[in-house]
């Protein structure tokens, strides 16, 4: 007895078709987008006027536009930082931790010289920020060089020590004792904070990303550390058959994807909070990781994610007021990246129909054997 | 510090021990299948607001209990519909899972933030056992998951490494190819291990909104999840093992809430760093231990598998 | 010759994305026979016997079993139907034990095991085939030829009608060899059908009840046993007369290039491997590695380039010892290498030919500006060579993982080439690859020859290795077991060094 029927495999295509590229972004944004409606719908909301509220808020007004632009100023930096890593195959999803380490050392630099306008305040700041950001990645990085202690785990907790380390700063020794006992410090002076534009709140923090998007693309794709990197980030065999130092670049790559992200913190305290406080960061670090991943790693097209995932944070700020929890941003994000790892396998792999056929058993036959 | 606060600690630790457990459990089986699942922390926060808004409506934690299984393996489901039949990268999957599973957690849970439970799981010593001293009210004097516990441990760890079906699970993770060419198969057993280690993770995140709290609140989980991964790494993907594991993570959790309560000249918040900090500290030591022992993850952990590749 | 077919396979077409690796293959197995599958490497028999297995749907054709036709959608499938297949890369779990491999996947075995009982079962089984293990052992454990039983024992039990064997003797000592055909005959006269895949021809003469030789994807013939002699298997085969060696126009320079002195390494397993091997190429020489596979080719390639420790001994390019060198250093000291595993080792396949091309010399010479890369000169460069070497590209930036083999070779080679070293080593060169690719391979690595390149060219194809060698060098078990200039010897000798010992053994083409 032969059954027949249709069967679907999934087949790996030779050639990824280029348009997909193009396609399966734009259409799991949509998809995302449809889910997260399915979810407003059910607990009672219009989706279609939360998501024009969101729209408006976000991009619909000077105020708007802005605040969409402070909020990109962080999450460049820290997707360029993961970015970095991730090139190399090293998931740091530390960022988080690391941009808190980052606003430690800056405002230690600034509690320190309080007053001091002085000239090198600020590229104090910015140095050690990064300094200190990229050790505390250097940390999980060593491990991971020598014994191939898992990175991923090893980064994600010491976001956890940094975060409780900012905390214990701010609900101690450095609590402003004028802040009515509120978990922050005392504002810094003028020569620590950052130059912002007009009336906004966009401040200079926002070359950095820029200027940094660039470095990456350079670094990358025009040195021969970058390309050491891009090796080893896809064929680690072919990395050490051609002499690459892998050991090495891991714990290069992982200092300055810390540093990156440590950056991020200097500029959060420096350029909006002008000051540490507790909070800091609503998770600018694991932001980062989506917006890296779905910019397939690229330095340019993480600016623009960047300026999208902004106007998402701002947009569901904004809605907060009629009853939208925050977290709904957080929950698309998370559906965002769902669609575009499925998407992207269709770049790879095409769906093929198949006759079924069930097999029958073996025909008795003599079983003397 | 005298016999009655060293109990106390004890007891603590098993309670604060058995969330990190039964995600752990789930996360040994997911990984003996060769499924990376770092959604944990995910699913557990969903299997905690499911499980706690169903009590709360239902007054009853085991229809909570139920829902949150429910919820933690239809989150697994996705992970592995990514990861086995499209196989998508399991790492990014399992971050896009954790931090669905924080924005959806947060989303439902918004009106039921600091309610307070009024029919949690509550503590029902086993009579008889519980009266032993000090064994009895370390070990029994808890509520009904810690028991199931305790039952969990060692039936999953003969399951595992005593019955067909574990030695099939443990094929699939080890060399699918070998267990394909044998006739098994490879992708509906991972499945279902993803799904059931889901579930399992789901029970955890449960047992924080029913019983350790017993409350919501955003983020409760503050990387338990995340710690079981780890733990599976120190249990060399052993049941038995994860159990002293999750409870030394729960008495580093007790610890520092005792040393809190006897005014201890340390910080609250290194007191919290310390589960974290361990953790890092024993996955070197255990990796490095893993190493020269030549105890290894599931060989095929972490990669798809494809019958044509050539 | 009236005995039923346990097994046929009608007009069986196999297609990959750009080969056909079947083209209408027939092939029956009978009751007690055993049936030989003789064809060259990338004829098509493992396909052939994977489609059997049910781990490849066949695109057309039918597969008929004892008179029913049936499909197998999974190896499972082929279990239940009485097909079993040993795989040349045995598919066994090392961290389990010989009784747990066996079992798997069986479900009349009780739901919880008891293994005492199944290992008692299973060394009754293995005594009546006279199959000696220990059902206890964990797999890691067993030498090659016990894994291989525990394969055959794997299949019996399942119950088995049809056993395959892909390449069985490839991994065996002589003596191996020989109790392993006896095994086989036993299966058969008990009524099984056995099908050996091979592409030595001496096998076929020791046990072949009857032969199917493939060439290109194709059946070309199937003999009986008293039709079978060597001369026309071999022109079957081949389809063409051996090509005997090249022409060479210079001999071979003076210069010692390369010296191993008493080298020892391990394997992957921590074992000893190479053994006190020892020998010299000079400049303008191609010395042949012969062996069976598995026998330290892989691993004296390694120990060349860098990549693999050395534990004893000491190795000289040039007179400077570089001996534990970093694989950098010794790409400085002129080694090139094209490995066994071209896309997994030799190349990045997601990145273009651009930068595949630059992998050895990206931080030398030209390319160098700076910490910046040339790219202008890299490009200019790639498209000289593209040109040079007849590589055929869609797109200097394409991944090059979706070009043929061949490209893929003449890409490696390229690049190595070009970096002009003192040394290349090159490993199986034209596996894989069709006969003009092979050939095209071939005239590369004489004209570097001829311009005084040293090359160490380590072979499974003695066929290849006398047609390009100056001198012969065979390695079994990790030793050389002789050195000969290619011109004295003849393939019988080069054949028994490969035993290890002077005792009559295969003789592969």
């Given at each position: 007895?032969?059954?027949?029927?249709?069967?679907?495999?999934?087949?790996?295509?030779?050639?990824?078709?280029?348009?997909?590229?193009?396609?399966?972004?734009?259409?799991?944004?949509?998809?995302?987008?449809?889910?997260?409606?399915?979810?407003?719908?059910?607990?009672?909301?219009?989706?279609?006027?939360?998501?024009?509220?969101?729209?408006?808020?976000?991009?619909?007004?000077?105020?708007?536009?802005?605040?969409?632009?402070?909020?990109?100023?962080?999450?460049?930096?820290?997707?360029?930082?993961?970015?970095?890593?991730?090139?190399?195959?090293?998931?740091?999803?530390?960022?988080?931790?690391?941009?808190?380490?980052?606003?430690?050392?800056?405002?230690?630099?600034?509690?320190?010289?309080?007053?001091?306008?002085?000239?090198?305040?600020?590229?104090?700041?910015?140095?050690?920020?990064?300094?200190?950001?990229?050790?505390?990645?250097?940390?999980?990085?060593?491990?991971?060089?020598?014994w191939g202690v898992n990175?991923?785990i090893?980064?994600?907790?010491?976001?956890?020590?940094?975060?409780?380390?900012?905390?214990?700063?701010?609900?101690?020794?450095?609590?402003?004792?004028?802040?009515?006992?509120?978990?922050?410090?005392?504002?810094?002076?003028?020569?620590?904070?950052?130059?912002?534009?007009?009336?906004?709140?966009?401040?200079?923090?926002?070359?950095?990303?820029?200027?940094?998007?660039?470095?990456?693309?350079?670094?990358?794709?025009?040195?021969?550390?970058?390309?050491?990197?891009?090796?080893?980030?896809?064929?680690?065999?072919?990395?050490?058959?051609?002499?690459?130092?892998?050991?090495?670049?891991?714990?290069?790559?992982?200092?300055?994807?810390?540093?990156?992200?440590?950056?991020?913190?200097?500029?959060?305290?420096?350029?909006?909070?002008?000051?540490?406080?507790?909070?800091?960061?609503?998770?600018?670090?694991?932001?980062?990781?989506?917006?890296?991943?779905?910019?397939?790693?690229?330095?340019?097209?993480?600016?623009?994610?960047?300026?999208?995932?902004?106007?998402?944070?701002?947009?569901?700020?904004?809605?907060?007021?009629?009853?939208?929890?925050?977290?709904?941003?957080?929950?698309?994000?998370?559906?965002?990246?769902?669609?575009?790892?499925?998407?992207?396998?269709?770049?790879?792999?095409?769906?093929?129909?198949?006759?079924?056929?069930k097999v029958t058993a073996a025909p008795a036959g003599d079983d003397s054997v | 510090?005298?016999?009655?606060?060293?109990?106390?600690?004890?007891?603590?630790a098993i309670?604060?021990g058995t969330p990190i457990l039964y995600a752990a459990l789930g996360e040994v089986l997911a990984e003996r299948a060769g499924i990376l699942n770092l959604g944990v922390?995910?699913i557990?926060?969903?299997?905690?607001?499911?499980?706690?808004?169903?009590?709360?409506?239902?007054?009853?934690?085991?229809?909570?209990l139920?829902?949150?299984m429910?919820?933690g393996g239809?989150?697994a489901l996705?992970h592995a519909l990514?990861t086995v039949t499209?196989k998508?990268?399991q790492?990014?999957?399992g971050?896009?899972?954790?931090?669905?599973?924080?924005?959806?957690?947060?989303?439902?849970?918004?009106?039921?933030?600091?309610?307070?439970?009024?029919?949690?799981?509550?503590?029902?010593?086993i009579?008889?056992l519980?009266?032993?001293?000090?064994i009895?009210?370390v070990f029994f004097?808890h509520?009904p998951l810690v028991y199931l516990s305790y039952i969990l441990v060692p039936a999953l760890w003969f399951f595992v490494f005593r019955t067909r079906a574990g030695l099939h699970l443990r094929a699939v993770g080890e060399n699918p190819a070998a267990a394909d060419s044998m006739g098994i198969n490879v992708f509906f057993i991972r499945y279902i291990y993803v799904i059931i280690g889901g579930m399992l993770a789901g029970i955890g995140?449960?047992y924080?909104?029913?019983?350790?709290?017993?409350?919501?609140?955003?983020?409760?989980?503050?990387?338990?999840g995340?710690i079981a991964v780890a733990l599976v790494i120190f249990a060399t993907w052993n049941p038995a093992n994860a159990l002293w594991g999750a409870y030394f993570f729960g008495?580093?959790?007790?610890?520092?809430?005792?040393?809190?309560?006897?005014?201890?000249?340390?910080?609250?918040?290194?007191?919290?760093?310390?589960?974290?900090?361990?953790t890092?500290?024993v996955l070197i030591l255990v990796t490095k231990r893993n190493i020269t022992n030549h105890i290894g993850a599931p060989q095929a952990l972490g990669l798809p598998y494809d019958r044509e590749e050539r | 010759?009236?005995?039923?077919?346990l097994i046929?396979?009608?007009?069986?077409?196999?297609?990959?994305?750009?080969?056909?690796?079947?083209?209408?293959?027939?092939?029956?197995v009978?009751q007690g026979?055993i049936?030989?599958?003789?064809?060259?490497?990338?004829?098509?028999?493992s396909?052939?016997m994977s489609v059997l297995a049910g781990l490849y749907r066949?695109?057309?054709?039918?597969i008929?079993v004892r008179?029913?036709?049936m499909v197998f959608r999974s190896p499972g499938d082929a279990i239940s139907a009485g097909v079993g297949m040993v795989h040349q890369h045995f598919k066994l779990i090392d961290s389990f034990s010989v009784a747990e491999n066996v079992i798997l996947g069986d479900h009349n075995v009780a739901p919880v095991l008891n293994m005492k009982d199944i290992e008692n079962n299973l060394a009754q089984l293995s005594q009546r085939y006279g199959l000696h293990i220990d059902p206890s052992a964990r797999v890691w454990q067993l030498s090659v030829g016990e894994k291989q039983r525990v394969e055959i024992v794997k299949m019996l039990y399942r119950g088995s009608r049809v056993l395959i064997l892909d390449e069985p003797t490839a991994v065996l000592t002589p003596q191996e060899t020989a109790e392993l055909f006896k095994n086989l005959r036993e299966m058969a006269r008990s009524g099984r059908g056995v099908v050996v895949i091979t592409?030595?021809?001496?096998?076929?003469?020791?046990i072949?009840?009857?032969?199917?030789?493939?060439?290109?994807?194709?059946?070309?013939?199937?003999?009986?046993?008293?039709?079978?002699?060597?001369?026309?298997?071999?022109?079957?085969?081949?389809?063409?007369?051996?090509?005997?060696?090249?022409?060479?126009?210079?001999?071979?320079?003076?210069?010692?290039?390369?010296?191993?002195?008493?080298?020892?390494?391990m394997n992957d397993l921590g074992r000893p491997c190479?053994?006190?091997?020892?020998?010299?190429?000079?400049?303008?020489?191609?010395?042949?590695?012969?062996?069976v596979a598995g026998n330290?080719?892989r691993e004296?390639?390694?120990?060349?380039?860098?990549?693999?420790?050395?534990?004893?001994?000491?190795?000289?390019?040039?007179?400077?010892?570089?001996?534990?060198?970093?694989?950098?250093?010794?790409?400085?000291?002129?080694?090139?290498?094209?490995?066994?595993?071209?896309?997994?080792?030799?190349?990045?396949?997601?990145?273009?030919?651009?930068?595949?091309?630059?992998?050895?010399?990206?931080?030398?010479?030209?390319?160098?500006?700076?910490?910046?890369?040339?790219?202008?000169?890299?490009?200019?460069?790639?498209?000289?060579?593209?040109?040079?070497?007849?590589?055929?590209?869609?797109?200097?930036?394409?991944?090059?993982?979706?070009?043929?083999?061949?490209?893929?070779?003449?890409?490696?080679?390229?690049?190595?080439?070009?970096?002009?070293?003192?040394?290349?080593?090159?490993?199986?060169?034209?596996?894989?690859?069709?006969?003009?690719?092979?050939?095209?391979?071939?005239?590369?690595?004489?004209?570097?020859?001829?311009?005084?390149?040293?090359?160490?060219?380590?072979?499974?194809?003695?066929?290849?290795?006398?047609?390009?060698?100056?001198?012969?060098?065979?390695?079994?078990n990790g030793?050389?077991?002789?050195?000969?200039?290619?011109?004295?010897?003849?393939?019988?000798?080069?054949?028994?060094?490969?035993?290890?010992?002077?005792?009559?053994?295969?003789?592969?083409?």
């Open positions: 007895m032969i059954v027949y029927g249709t069967k679907y495999v999934i087949e790996k295509k030779l050639a990824p078709s280029s348009s997909a590229y193009v396609v399966i972004p734009f259409s799991s944004i949509i998809l995302a987008l449809l889910v997260g409606a399915a979810f407003l719908v059910l607990s009672g909301h219009n989706f279609f006027e939360v998501y024009t509220a969101m729209f408006r808020g976000a991009f619909g007004s000077t105020y708007g536009l802005s605040e969409t632009v402070v909020r990109t100023i962080p999450l460049t930096l820290t997707s360029l930082g993961v970015a970095l890593a991730f090139r190399m195959q090293l998931w740091n999803i530390g960022g988080e931790g690391q941009l808190y380490m980052g606003a430690f050392a800056a405002t230690w630099v600034a509690l320190t010289f309080p007053g001091g306008s002085a000239w090198w305040v600020m590229p104090a700041m910015i140095l050690l920020g990064m300094l200190v950001g990229g050790l505390w990645a250097l940390l999980p990085a060593i491990p991971r060089a020598i990175e991923i090893t980064t994600l907790m010491l976001n956890y020590v940094a975060i409780f380390w900012v905390d214990f700063l701010v609900y101690g020794p450095w609590k402003d004792p004028h802040g009515f006992n509120f978990p922050l410090t005392a504002t810094f002076s003028s020569g620590a904070i950052l130059p912002s534009l007009g009336n906004s709140r966009i401040h200079a923090g926002l070359f950095f990303g820029l200027i940094l998007a660039v470095i990456f693309y350079v670094v990358i794709y025009r040195t021969r550390w970058g390309y050491e990197i891009r090796v080893t980030g896809e064929n680690p065999g072919a990395a050490r058959y051609a002499g690459i130092n892998i050991k090495k670049n891991i714990m290069l790559v992982m200092f300055f994807s810390g540093a990156v992200c440590g950056l991020a913190g200097m500029s959060e305290v420096s350029g909006i909070a002008h000051r540490l406080q507790h909070g800091l960061s609503p998770g600018y670090g694991f932001t980062g990781i989506i917006i890296a991943w779905l910019s397939r790693l690229n330095p340019f097209v993480i600016v623009i994610v960047t300026f999208l995932f902004g106007g998402l944070q701002v947009g569901g700020y904004i809605v907060q007021t009629s009853g939208i929890p925050s977290s709904m941003v957080t929950m698309l994000q998370g559906l965002l990246l769902f669609f575009v790892l499925g998407g992207e396998l269709l770049t790879n792999y095409q769906v093929k129909k198949v006759p079924a056929k | 510090m005298n016999q009655e606060i060293i109990v106390a600690i004890l007891a603590t309670t604060a922390e995910g557990m926060l969903v299997g905690a607001v499911s499980g706690f808004i169903l009590a709360l409506h239902t007054a009853n934690p085991w229809t909570g139920a829902v949150a429910l919820a239809l989150m996705i990514l499209l998508a990268n790492v990014v999957s971050l896009a899972l954790t931090m669905f599973g924080t924005g959806l957690s947060g989303y439902l849970g918004k009106a039921y933030v600091g309610k307070p439970l009024p029919v949690p799981f509550k503590v029902t010593p009579p008889v519980s009266d032993i001293p000090v009895g009210p004097q509520d995140g449960a924080l909104s029913l019983h350790y709290v017993p409350s919501w609140m955003e983020n409760m989980t503050a990387g338990r995340w008495g580093l959790d007790a610890l520092g809430f005792r040393l809190q309560t006897l005014n201890v000249m340390i910080s609250p918040y290194f007191l919290k760093m310390l589960p974290y900090i361990f890092i500290v | 010759m009236t005995k039923p077919y046929e396979l009608k007009n069986i077409t196999k297609r990959f994305p750009g080969v056909i690796a079947n083209d209408k293959v027939n092939f029956n009978k026979e049936h030989v599958l003789l064809g060259e490497n990338g004829s098509g028999k396909t052939l066949p695109d057309e054709g039918e008929i008179g029913t036709q592409h030595k021809m001496q096998e076929v003469m020791e072949a009840d009857r032969v199917t030789v493939l060439r290109k994807g194709k059946a070309v013939a199937t003999l009986e046993k008293k039709q079978i002699n060597r001369r026309d298997l071999a022109w079957l085969m081949v389809g063409q007369d051996v090509v005997r060696q090249y022409k060479k126009k210079s001999p071979p320079g003076e210069h010692k290039v390369l010296e191993l002195q008493g080298v020892h390494c190479l053994q006190n091997v020892t020998f010299t190429v000079h400049s303008g020489e191609i010395f042949g590695i012969a062996g330290g080719q004296l390639a390694e120990v060349v380039s860098g990549l693999r420790p050395v534990t004893g001994g000491s190795i000289y390019i040039k007179g400077n010892e570089i001996t534990g060198g970093s694989p950098r250093r010794i790409i400085d000291h002129g080694v090139a290498l094209v490995p066994e595993d071209r896309l997994g080792t030799g190349l990045v396949p997601n990145l273009g030919a651009v930068d595949n091309l630059i992998l050895k010399d990206y931080r030398t010479g030209k390319l160098q500006r700076g910490p910046f890369l040339n790219l202008r000169q890299a490009r200019e460069n790639t498209k000289n060579l593209v040109n040079r070497f007849e590589i055929k590209l869609s797109s200097l930036d394409a991944p090059v993982k979706l070009l043929s083999g061949g490209n893929l070779q003449r890409l490696l080679l390229a690049r190595e080439i070009t970096a002009e070293p003192h040394l290349l080593v090159a490993v199986y060169p034209v596996r894989g690859l069709d006969i003009k690719a092979t050939e095209a391979i071939h005239n590369l690595l004489l004209q570097q020859r001829e311009k005084g390149m040293a090359i160490l060219l380590i072979s499974e194809d003695l066929d290849e290795i006398f047609k390009l060698s100056d001198r012969i060098g065979v390695l079994c030793q050389i077991t002789g050195i000969i200039p290619a011109e004295m010897t003849d393939i019988e000798e080069v054949g028994l060094l490969m035993m290890g010992s002077d005792q009559a053994g295969e003789i592969a083409l």
